[in-house]
């Protein structure tokens, strides 16, 4: 299977967005799969969707979900062109602290397995959700890139998700279920939302390891096999992530952000942000620096 695979850059863009023209981008859209959740909403025209083996008829305003390792492939039902919107994201980015609920990536594993938890959804079921919104919304935020527009766009998918996952509640879907089949401890998948809120902190690889109930070697193997880079690499990549923001959208000076980005000095960061950046701090501020 693995000629169906496309790459997605979890990293650099745990979220997507665009708006497909099938008139102007390449159609139809081939199987493959990826690791992202993917959402696709139809604006105009109708779509004939297989998803796992199943097709499904999109029409206007109806939605589907692929989870990821999905093998989904798009095609039109008519002669007439498509336009549909397109958001994908890395569920593992999806933190629902101080809520009752499983995390979000839990119950979407879980429903993933489950029947009652169906992934398309007909424009009457979505009546009463901004879905139209949220996606137009979403591919805007992430094409302008201001000040705080991962949290908007986190913010969003996380509300969409909460609403998709109430319908399957209605239809059956026992979310209390997610605890016992799985917890945060027991999956690699879930250590990056540990490494994005401690990143301030001192992270040793192997008490990630030890989290995950995992050895180290084998720890390490499955976080690069599914990743791309070492959880080292990962480490100092989400480091350099929450120093880039800070040198975007605030004037603090190169010695509180080391700190505040888990860095042991200014002259540690310099370093790595010129490995990853391949200029410094400064540099970089300066380039992106409003005119």
């Known amino acids: 299977m693995q000629y169906l695979f496309e790459y997605s850059d979890t990293l650099n863009s745990p979220y997507e967005a665009c708006l497909f023209d099938t008139t102007v981008l390449p159609f139809p859209v081939r199987p493959h799969w990826h690791y992202f959740m993917e959402m696709v909403y139809m604006r105009e025209g109708t779509g004939l969707i297989d998803s796992d083996g199943k097709s499904y008829v999109l029409e206007e305003g109806d939605m589907i979900l692929f989870h990821p390792e999905c093998v989904h492939a798009i095609y039109t039902a008519t002669n007439f062109p498509l336009k549909y919107e397109v958001l994908k994201f890395d569920v593992n980015k999806l933190y629902t602290e101080n809520s009752y609920a499983p995390k979000l990536r839990v119950i979407l594993g879980s429903a993933n397995k489950d029947?009652?938890?169906?992934?398309?959804?007909?424009?009457?079921?979505?009546?009463?959700?901004?879905?139209?919104?949220i996606f137009e919304e979403c591919r805007k935020e992430l094409e302008r890139k201001d000040y705080g527009y991962d949290i908007v766009v986190h913010n969003k998918i996380c509300y969409l998700l909460v609403n998709l996952i109430r319908i399957w509640r209605e239809k059956g879907f026992d979310t209390d279920v997610?605890?016992?089949?799985?917890?945060?401890?027991?999956?690699?998948?879930?250590?990056?939302?540990?490494?994005?809120?401690?990143a301030g902190e001192p992270i040793r690889v192997e008490d990630l390891a030890e989290m995950c109930n995992m050895s180290y070697s084998y720890f390490a193997k499955n976080f690069k096999q599914y990743y791309g880079r070492s959880c080292k690499e990962y480490i100092e990549f989400i480091r350099i992530c929450k120093a880039e923001d800070m040198l975007l959208f605030t004037d603090f000076d190169l010695n509180y952000i080391s700190q505040e980005t888990g860095f042991s000095d200014s002259s540690h960061l310099i370093k790595i942000f010129k490995k990853w950046k391949g200029i410094t701090p400064k540099q970089y501020k300066l380039q992106h620096a409003k005119k």
């Open 115 to 133: 029947n009652s938890a169906p992934t398309f959804f007909k424009a009457e079921e979505l009546k009463g959700i901004p879905v139209d919104d």
């Open 178 to 198: 997610a605890v016992t089949t799985a917890t945060d401890a027991d999956s690699i998948h879930s250590i990056t939302a540990y490494i994005d809120s401690h």
